[in-house]
């Protein structure tokens, strides 16, 4: 790289004086803008090469850690994924339950005594001992077996399956027919839902029921 004084000398003929004559100082000042606008010194322009050598070794050093940190990103990814699988291979299959089974958890989740009582009073033919019995755990034995399978419904959680209900709506007085689960008694209101009563009913139950005075009104869900 020429120095400043050779750029000088090719230029105007001399480091200290000019063998070219200007017109104007402006003329001057203009050729030397153009020629040594982007001129840098010897010194400069080492230590710029070496600031860029710096550069390329520290963005080559950080291309290699990201490198680096994308492998450790993928293999985390895939050992989360088969910790993940392996977790719910070994978690038990959430049930899927009727509606009325639902109803009678939720009826009785402050009074498991009561659970218990209304359950061994329950007909074997009802919808929900006959679901329970369908669908006994498989650690449950002797009399208790349909208890313990209602217990771990309590305990590890079931989904509800989607069923038809319908309120009942009395033909001639035009009331609803509701259900007070504590003391097994029927009885009609005016108001279709309760959060105290049973208020609806699958078809199932509607069949074995007598009800050929109600009109059958499908919920919306």
Known sequence: MKNFEEEMRELF?????????????????????????????????????????????????????????????????????ELKSQLEK?????????????????????????????????????????????????????TDRGLKTLFELINHGYTVAKEKRFYLKNKLTELYLRFDSDDLFYFESADKESSLYKTTFTQQEIDSMDTGGYEQIEVEE
């Open 13 to 81: 003929g001399g480091p200290l004086g000019f063998s070219i004559k200007f017109e104007n100082g402006y003329e001057a000042y203009s050729l030397l803008f153009k020629h040594f606008k982007d001129w840098v010194s010897p010194e400069d322009h080492q230590n710029i090469v070496a600031s860029k050598k710096v550069l390329e070794k520290s963005n080559l050093r950080m291309s290699e850690e990201n490198a680096k940190f994308v492998v450790e990103n993928i293999e985390l990814t895939k050992e989360i994924a």
């Open 90 to 142: 070994q978690q038990p299959e959430i049930p899927e339950v009727p509606q009325s089974v639902a109803d009678f958890i939720v009826g009785h989740k402050f009074n498991h005594y009561k659970m218990v009582e209304d359950f061994e009073k329950m007909s074997n033919d009802s919808e929900i001992k006959r679901w329970i019995f369908d669908n006994i755990s498989t650690n449950a034995h002797g």
